[in-house]
């Protein structure tokens, strides 16, 4: 009897500091936003009383002057931008991350070093520099203008394809160390098996290779497309209002526009999106065989 309540005080020493952060920084927060949606306007933009769903008909589009479908073009274009940006950073991150697990040992700190440090920086000065590679008159957008990607004169930012590349720069190492982390632990038996039964090169990844690094995948996929479904700095310096993302039109709620219940509102949805794709992932996960390493 005393061990057991010993036992459950450890357990519950070990479990409160984390529970804790969970209640102080997601809960509580979470909660407060949530009273905050279902207020109303008040004349200068705070939550005020009576409780309505004034927040959720602006966020859904109707207005003073009717339905407008501009938040939702903005929910679409965030959710596409997030699954180009996440494809792009996976296509990227794969053969990077087995390059540098296959290097020799005393290789391998040194390249993780060199995809890790530029995300030492902070994502300001990371997109102003983009900004300066984009700008007009630069070799990257002469070259643009020479290939027809854009006009004359005219620069590669602000742009959609600023922000993607915005994205990709910013989370490529998100992708790149949990793959790096599969490959480590990569069965080369499986491998070598696969090429003695003489399989392509295509079928060795599919059956021998994928299956094994998929749960690297898929932590990978949630580390960069939560972030990057509710980016806010690489959209609005890359962006310029040309791709507005969800996480701009709920800052924009609590200082520009200054209507605090439709930001919370916006919040709401983020988070439902959040969870929604964490539910497709899942199912993914387990749709492509994986097991419960893979299941989020």
Do not use: C
């Not at 909660?31 to 008040?42: D, K, Q, R, W």
């Not at 630069?138 to 742009?159: C, H, K, Q, Y």
């Not at 209507?259 to 387990?286: C, Y």
């Amino acid at each position: 009897m005393l061990k057991s309540a010993r036992d459950s005080l450890h357990l519950l020493a070990i479990v409160a500091p984390g529970a804790l952060f969970i209640v102080v920084f997601l809960v509580l927060p979470s909660l407060y936003l949530m009273g905050m949606a279902f207020t109303s306007t008040g004349p200068s933009g705070l939550p005020a009383l009576p409780f309505s769903l004034q927040a959720f008909r602006e966020l859904a589009g109707f207005g003073f002057l009717g339905w407008s479908p501009g938040n939702l073009y903005t929910l679409l274009r965030s959710v596409w931008q997030t699954f180009l940006a996440t494809a792009l950073v996976i296509l990227l991150a794969y053969p990077a991350a087995y390059y540098i697990a296959s290097r020799p040992t005393r290789w391998r700190p040194l390249l993780l070093l060199a995809v890790v440090v530029p995300s030492w920086t902070n994502q300001v000065i990371r997109s102003v520099g983009w900004m300066n590679l984009f700008a007009p008159g630069t070799p990257i957008s002469d070259f643009a203008v020479l290939i027809g990607l854009t006009e004359p004169r005219m620069g590669l930012f602000p742009s959609q394809f600023a922000v993607i590349v915005g994205l990709v720069y910013n989370f490529l190492p998100f992708m790149v160390l949990p793959l790096y982390a599969a490959f480590e632990r990569l069965d080369h038996a499986q491998v070598e098996a696969a090429r003695d039964l003489f399989a392509s090169p295509l079928a060795v990844f599919r059956h021998a290779v994928f299956p094994q690094t998929l749960p690297g995948l898929m932590a990978g996929t949630v580390l960069v497309a939560i972030p990057a479904f509710g980016m806010y700095v690489v959209t609005e310096l890359l962006g310029g209002g040309k791709a507005t993302m969800i996480g701009n039109l709920v800052a924009r709620q609590f200082a520009d526009a200054t209507n605090w219940p439709l930001g919370a509102a916006g919040a709401i949805l983020m988070i439902l999106a959040t969870v929604g794709g964490l539910w497709v992932l899942r199912r993914l996960g387990r749709r492509l065989g994986g097991d419960r390493e893979v299941v989020l």
